[in-house]
């Protein structure tokens, strides 16, 4: 019996080994500023990462962070009404905070000289 136990106990270290290294790593997480064209932080933007349901809208700040990504090149989504929806290819989550400008879609007031 004893014999037994001892020819066991390595292949359950092996097994409980391959378990632990099989375990899915941490999912990045991503996070930026969102800017107008005049380079003012845009509050209630809203940020989608395509082909997923995970879905975000930026603070007061403009700023944005979304957690539990997939791994892989990711497209994000920047949406707000009177702007151009934007898409970003994003091929490295693990990389610095993004940047992301938005362009106003009404057109610039002009003044009229007299």
Do not use: I, K, Y
């Not at 409980?16 to 375990?23: D, E, I, N, T």
């Not at 930026?32 to 940020?47: H, Y």
């Amino acid at each position: 019996m004893r014999r037994a136990f001892l020819l066991l106990l390595p292949v359950v270290g092996l097994v409980a080994g391959r378990a632990v290294a099989q375990a899915p790593a941490p999912r990045p997480v991503l996070g930026g500023v969102v800017l107008s064209g005049a380079r003012q932080p845009l509050a209630g933007v809203s940020v989608l990462v395509r082909g997923t349901t995970l879905v975000t809208s930026t603070n007061a700040e403009g700023r944005f962070l979304l957690p539990e990504l997939p791994r892989g090149p990711l497209t994000l989504r920047f949406e707000l009404s009177g702007f151009v929806v934007t898409d970003v290819a994003v091929a490295d989550t693990a990389r610095a905070p993004l940047q992301v400008r938005l362009l106003s879609t009404r057109p610039p007031v002009r003044t009229r000289r007299n």
